[in-house]
């Protein structure tokens, strides 16, 4: 009798969602068209970033980052591919670096959606990835650095307020 065996899924998306207080379209600013702040607010995870062709904010542009990961320094170059200002949404794909080593494919998106009536919103955060093989773990640790992310970026544009 011939047994079906089921293969690991190399293709996966991890999600979370973040409250934060700032005005979302300032969270969505610092994100689409001054990443180099990124590092001001939360310097633990991002040392900086350098646009390395384009005009950041528009759809093409390379951007490569220097972040530590689990406690280890790491570089990455990513392209952005759609951003939608009305909606507060930038994606972007990760084309070379550290993190390919064990991903064929990374792409985050990261949406700022204003609360109704008030200040604040939430921050969504996207990873859709396939990894290169079933040994690879899931980009979770990736997803809470992103979660820390919003959080110390969200305290620092309410410092400046």
């Given at each position: ?36 702040d ?6 633990d995870n ?22 530590v ?21 930038i ?19 990261m ?31 990736i ?19």
């Amino acid at each position: 009798m011939a047994q079906a065996m089921l293969k690991p899924s190399l293709q996966g998306e991890v999600e979370a969602n973040v409250e934060i207080k700032a005005p979302a379209t300032k969270l969505f600013q610092l994100l689409a068209v001054t990443p180099q702040d990124v590092s001001k607010a939360t310097p633990d995870n991002v040392q900086g970033c350098r646009v390395q062709g384009g005009e950041m904010g528009r759809v093409g542009t390379l951007i490569t980052w220097n972040y530590v990961l689990d406690g280890k320094p790491q570089v990455g170059t990513e392209r952005i591919e759609e951003v939608d200002p009305k909606k507060n949404m930038i994606k972007m794909r990760m084309i070379e670096g550290d993190l390919m080593k064990e991903f064929k494919s990374f792409v985050i998106t990261m949406q700022v959606t204003p609360k109704q009536g008030g200040s604040g919103g939430v921050a969504k955060l996207n990873m859709a990835y396939e990894k290169i093989d079933e040994n690879v773990t899931g980009p979770e640790n990736i997803l809470q650095m992103g979660v820390k992310m919003f959080k110390d970026m969200d305290e620092m544009l309410l410092s400046m307020e």
